[in-house]
């Protein structure tokens, strides 16, 4: 098997998992969750969202945690802005890495963000402009790109078109997501093939991929055997998505980390350390991790044999 | 992709998946459960065990379920037998199709069957002569081929070498079975190559998957990539392995169907009738079905979208 020999873990459990979790955290125990994912080794941590506190409360204290977390040197800390007013309270908290986002589809951006795709694109160039001046990378998020909960299938030309434009608006990354949990490898394949036709070179592609029916890591195998070598996971599987019926379950970092381990690509980060991160958020949330290998990880932990 | 067109999907909740479940059904819901799986188009279902009632009190009804289960011509109805005992029950209540099982490591053996893995092969040659001159087909499952809850990592060859001997006693087909879900892909082609080594026709080789950790779907697509084309796989998720620590969820047939039809794959199995048989079952367990493509399913019945 031809596949990268590192892979690069995008940490998005602070803010995408928290943020669909229904039970808001004590700020102290995000900072908490931060540093310990920043122990555990991940170079990639989203942290928090600079969104209107009444549409997202779970994230209101994004300042504090900014300016509470340890921040070790090389790993970047990003916050998701989805417009100026949210870049400028990013900046005032000291955000280095900016990720913006939008969708594939209408019916999803119209649900999540009250405009269509081509105006959710546009109301972000003045964020790219403004992180551009300031140096600051920006990652892209483009949402339903596999499958859309309004919309159905979704033709996979178009997220890699709104990718293509999120490039030459000057991001540096896309993370094109399966918001929904219902690609199977076929169309992993079917977007690739498409992301290529549309000149963009798979080192600034990530997959950020949901497991609600099981197929994320067959779909992370599909990425890896096409050279991608960057994908978005959440410690202990935390969060969903709040705008899409039925959508549980972000890729779980327990998951992908126990696939990648196994199959000998390395991503620096430590599995136990990992586990452990999201320990401390386990008994808060008021429902079980939805991971499978940190359940799995836990249940032997007093076993002769470990995995 | 080179996939194979068509994959026989072995349904093994009925045994295998009830047997690991702590609340015993009512027979008479465990006869409809099979009907059901029959009217879902599926050609092999695993429906129950010829073993000592104290030791499966779950199965302790099987020659009662096979006298009254509906049997449809073309459908074969496997029952596992561990003896000769078990064999002239299996005989006595009409058992066309035998299922014999041992294991890939000597740890694994002793705690299920109480002797290693050469007097257990050896127990079964009377059973597969018998099975023979009855014209009986017999079909074999190894355990622990990828790893053992009490030995850890197996050598690829172990598995592999147990299948030939099985084959040459008679069976028609052997199950590889991942039973506490430690494997990778890379683990699938480790073990595949060896299986090829031993002279062993993928066409005579099922895996039998776990999805302790969550990779079961990306091991079937190694799977696939291989050749291989016969799937073993629990209605809902059912079951997992009462002797191996930590180890839960037979791979789901739901997840397993999702994943296959969106491949493009055929399997002559509905994913609604499946997912409507083990709602059958559902409400008696005392748990939720683990299988997620089954709770994305029932959570979009009402969604003006459906997958």
Known sequence: MNLPKNVRIVEV??????QNERNPLPTAVKIEFVNALTRAGFRDIEVSSFVRADK????????????????RP??????????????EAAQSAGVGHIAVFTAATDGFSKANVGVGMEESIQRLSPVLSRARAAGLPVRGYVSTVFGCPYEGKVDPQAGPRVARRLLDMG????????????AVPADIHRVLDQTAAAQIPFAQIALHLHDTRGTALANVLAGLERGIAIFDSSAGGLGGCPFAPGA???LAT?????FLQGMGIETGISFDETARASAGIASLLGHPLPSRARAAWASTQNSAVRW
Chains 1, 2 share one sequence.
């Open 13 to 18: 459990g602070p803010r995408d998992g928290l």
């Open 74 to 87: 090389g790993v970047r800390y990003w916050a998701l802005v989805p417009n100026e007013k949210g870049f």
């Open 254 to 258: 327990e998951d992908l980390l126990y």
């Open 56 to 71: 997202i409360p779970q994230l209101a204290d994004a300042s504090e945690v900014f300016a509470k977390i340890e921040r």
């Open 171 to 182: 991001c540096e990354e896309i993370s094109l997501g399966d918001t929904i949990g219902v």
């Open 248 to 250: 549980t379950g972000n």
